[in-house]
């Protein structure tokens, strides 16, 4: 069964890069069938699609994250990542990594982020 | 960006009884060439991440109980869970994938009245 398992630090200073990965188990993130994506969500408010990367690399972001987002992959250690540049307390949020099939089927658990000093 | 609006934000339903979530988008998710409604319904629970429910609006996701139903077409979308369950109880969340960047409704509670 696939899982998909976000890490990394859960609290980030301001101004600083919030950095996220994702790793996947029980299957490939060289499948050409599918995208693997980050969507965020603030405590207690609605879902934010951040954006995806196919496994050669091809990415597409939400405008809304005005350039600061990178996704990256490795394929040789089956995961991709997330760095978002400059965060503020309004970056504060459950940040899910996923796999897209078109429709999102398969997600993390999550992991909360907090951007303070 | 497509923007997805969904009614009601709070829904209140009897255990048994039927409850009703709009979608609407601000244009049409419908790609012609394949026939093909880009939606999909999700389920969120406390302290979980989303559930995939229903995608291309109409098809259920393995495992899905037949209660749950996706209909409509092109920009205006239901979902239907027609004799509701207390496990039921959730936020439910309606996407566009037609485009980037992809995006959701705010959101519809659903509890038991």
């Known amino acids: 069964q696939l899982q998909l398992q976000e890490s990394g630090p859960g609290l980030v200073k301001p101004s600083e890069t919030l950095s996220l990965t994702c790793t996947v188990s029980?299957?490939?993130?060289?499948?050409?069938?599918?995208?693997w994506g980050w969507i965020r969500q603030p405590p207690g408010k609605g879902l934010e699609w951040i954006g995806n990367?196919?496994?050669?690399?091809?990415?597409e972001y939400n405008p809304s994250l005005r350039g600061r987002v990178t996704i990256s992959v490795d394929t040789s250690k089956n995961h991709f990542s997330l760095k978002l540049d400059s965060v503020t307390a309004t970056d504060t949020a459950i940040y899910f990594c996923?796999?897209?099939?078109?429709?999102?089927?398969?997600w993390g658990q999550g992991i909360l982020v907090t951007v303070s000093s | 960006d497509i923007v997805m609006t969904q009614s009601p934000d709070s829904l209140a339903v009897s255990l048994g009884e039927r409850a009703t979530i709009k979608c609407k988008s601000s244009q049409s998710v419908l790609f012609r060439s394949n026939n093909k409604n880009y939606l999909a319904w999700y389920q969120q629970k406390s302290g979980q991440p989303p559930k995939l429910l229903i995608y291309?609006?109409?098809i259920r996701e393995s495992g899905v109980p037949d209660r749950f139903t996706g209909s409509g077409s092109g920009a205006d979308f239901t979902l239907t869970i027609s004799s509701l369950q207390a496990e039921d109880v959730a936020f439910y969340y309606c996407q566009q994938y037609y485009s980037t960047p992809f995006t959701f409704g705010q959101g519809t509670k659903l509890e038991i009245k």
């Open positions: 996923a796999r897209e099939y078109g429709a999102t089927d398969f």
């Open positions: 291309w609006a109409s």
């Open positions: 029980g299957g490939s993130i060289s499948n050409s069938s599918f995208y």
């Open positions: 990367i196919y496994f050669v690399g091809n990415t």
